[in-house]
């Protein structure tokens, strides 16, 4: 298709992760920050996990003590190998393998329940860990790591880790004691027929290193396609609305088939490496078993050795081979493992932009003085958006900021919230500077309405007492009737008991930023800023919103940033920006008397486009 970029040459954020631990992977390191988490993960159920190991010592040990009782009860318990008719030792041997059912069937089970406790609790506490995390870091960190990434280390990678944890260390600890107990046990039951059935050993040695190198290299494949069909599937879904407006269906659907395929065919490959390991494994087992019984019936009929060694031979040679074909799908698990633990541990690595102060300085209900003091902050050094700002703002003043877009209106506003710390200077509520507040303090007494309201799962009722969970219903609805919201809330079907779905899909938009002013005045701050907040509304709503703010607003401190000058009117003070300086300063009627400012002309176009 003409113009459709080449989808090979196309990448997310999500491939680099694949790239970054996969590379880390195939050169055979794993980075010290996931070695510091799974130590940090592990170490409340270290008693825990050695006791674990024992059980499943105990159990492998029950294993392979079958193939040598069965080995005793041929020589000494068959009567035509006896030259008496006492039936005792293979009854003792027979109740001796039923004794060593019954210690493995018990270990087993014991060791599946205290794995799975440790397993839950692990992955409990790391989901909360990552949750609280994520919280924790600045609106910054949040607006390069994209949504879709968040998810998918809550997600796929803490359920990599459990997988990890559910059948890895049961599969290696089962494994490595299977090969050095079966290694040790044949040699001692006969060190000739040991060493002829050790043979296998440097073909499976060659076979595995090249199933280790061939499925790193397949892995790293794999999760990079893998990633390329997530990310452009959750863009494509995300931006379906300008999907469908530009007609772009046609166009997203071949790169979609493009990167699909392409994960098809990396499977292909990991599964025809699996296709040849497998079998080749199972070959070596078996041609070891061939040559083990050949030369042992020859060595048994020389009368070299029993007919009951010969037997516990082949049956420990069969125990031998079996963890050898799990290595492919522990190697595996073990990888998307530690790709998971690397990206976790970056992210929980990852320092706020604005930490708490170790020491708080307390504050109760500010009374809502703001001041800038000589700010200046870029969120690219070099480029200064504000780069040397002075501004007071009275406790109980309303004041509205205005000019170009770029000016610096909405990076005033995050100063403020503090979602970020300026470069330089300072950022003062009632005298004392944001970075000396906790962040509750902040929080309570300064909140920051967006045209980009969110509302969460649950009901409206909810969502109103989002900034205010303890609040009443008579609370909530006076809330809404201060904003002119009451009225279409109970509307709904359940009124205020509605459930808000889809981020509030059932609402329209000047209905969504109506919740939002509700649960701004009901969260009651000492300091309310509006970034855009009527943007989203209509005319009708724009009223019944004009007419509630000055309620909403009285008695507290308020930066309004708008574009809609008939919000602008209701402020005590307008600002006007210009490449982040303030250019004009005045009440809307001072500035508009002017008559040659640039307020005064915005006002004029205003005014002209309403007639």
């Not at 030259?83 to 001796?96: E, G």
């Not at 069937?105 to 397993?119: H, K, P, S, T, Y």
């Not at 790591?145 to 599969?171: C, H, K, N, P, W």
């Amino acid at each position: 298709m003409s113009g459709t970029p080449d989808p090979r040459t196309w990448r997310g954020e999500a491939a680099v992760d694949a790239d970054e631990a996969a590379e880390r992977l195939t050169a055979g390191r794993l980075g010290g920050g996931s070695r510091r988490l799974l130590r940090e993960l592990l170490a409340p159920y270290s008693g825990a996990l050695k006791l674990l190991l024992l059980v499943v010592v105990v159990e492998n040990a029950a294993r392979l003590s079958i193939p040598y009782l069965v080995k005793v009860g041929i020589d000494s318990g068959i009567p035509p190998i006896r030259t008496d008719d006492d039936l005792t030792p293979l009854i003792t041997v027979v109740a001796l393998v039923l004794g060593a059912t019954l210690t493995q069937a018990v270990a087993r089970n014991r060791f599946l329940v205290m794995q799975g406790l440790i397993g839950q609790d692990v992955l409990h506490a790391l989901r909360r860990r990552v949750f609280r995390h994520f919280q924790a870091l600045d609106p910054q960190f949040h607006d390069t790591y994209t949504s879709g990434r968040v998810i998918s280390r809550q997600t796929s990678d803490v359920d990599a880790i459990y997988e990890m944890l559910e059948t890895g260390f049961d599969g290696l600890v089962t494994a490595a004691l299977t090969l050095v107990g079966t290694a040790g046990i044949l040699l001692f039951l006969d060190v000739e027929l040991g060493l002829v059935a050790l043979l296998c050993f440097p073909f499976l040695a060659l076979l595995t290193n090249w199933f280790r190198k061939a499925s790193a290299s397949s892995y790293r494949v794999t999760r990079e396609k893998v990633a390329l069909v997530i990310v452009h599937f959750v863009e494509s879904m995300g931006g379906i609305r300008a999907v469908q407006a530009f007609r772009r269906e046609d166009r997203n659907q071949a790169i979609f088939d493009d990167v699909n395929d392409q994960y098809r065919r990396a499977n292909l490959v990991a599964f025809r490496l699996v296709a040849w390991f497998m079998p080749g494994i199972r070959l070596i087992g078996n041609v070891t078993i061939a040559g083990v019984l050949l030369y042992g019936g020859y060595l048994a009929y020389n009368g070299d050795v029993t007919v009951g060694v010969l037997a516990a031979f082949l049956l420990y040679l069969r125990q031998f081979f079996e963890p050898m074909m799990e290595i492919s799908q522990f190697y595996n698990t073990f990888q998307s493992a530690s790709a998971a633990l690397e990206k976790l541990a970056g992210v929980l690595e990852q320092e706020p932009g604005v930490p708490e102060p170790t020491e708080p300085t307390p504050l109760g209900r500010a009374t809502g003085e703001v001041r800038l003091d000589h700010v200046g902050f870029a969120y690219v050094e070099g480029r200064p958006v504000l780069p040397d700002l002075d501004l007071v703002i009275p406790a109980g003043q309303t004041v509205a900021l205005v000019g170009t877009t770029g000016a610096g209106k909405t990076t005033i506003a995050k100063l403020a919230t503090r979602f970020y710390d300026p470069t330089s200077g300072r950022v003062l509520l009632d005298g004392i500077d944001l970075r000396e507040l906790a962040g509750d303090t902040l929080r309570d007494n300064v909140v920051m309405v967006t045209q980009e309201n969110y509302l969460f799962s649950g009901s409206v009722a909810d969502n109103i007492r989002f900034g205010r969970p303890d609040a009443s219903l008579d609370e909530v609805v006076a809330a809404a009737r201060a904003l002119g919201a009451h009225e279409f809330i109970e509307a709904m079907p359940q009124g205020y008991d509605t459930e808000v779905t889809n981020s509030g899909g059932r609402l329209s938009a000047g209905q969504r930023q109506l919740v939002a002013f509700a649960r701004a005045f009901l969260a009651d701050p000492a300091v309310l800023i509006l970034d855009e907040a009527t943007s989203s509304l209509d005319i009708p709503s724009e009223r019944l919103v004009q007419r509630a703010l000055r309620t909403v607003l009285a008695g507290r401190t308020a930066v309004i940033i708008a574009h809609r000058l008939s919000t602008v009117e209701i402020a005590d003070r307008v600002l006007v920006l210009e490449h982040g300086r303030i250019v004009e300063d005045g009440s809307p009627a001072e500035l508009v008397a002017g008559g040659e400012g640039r307020f005064a002309g915005l006002h004029q176009a205003w005014a002209d486009s309403l007639a």
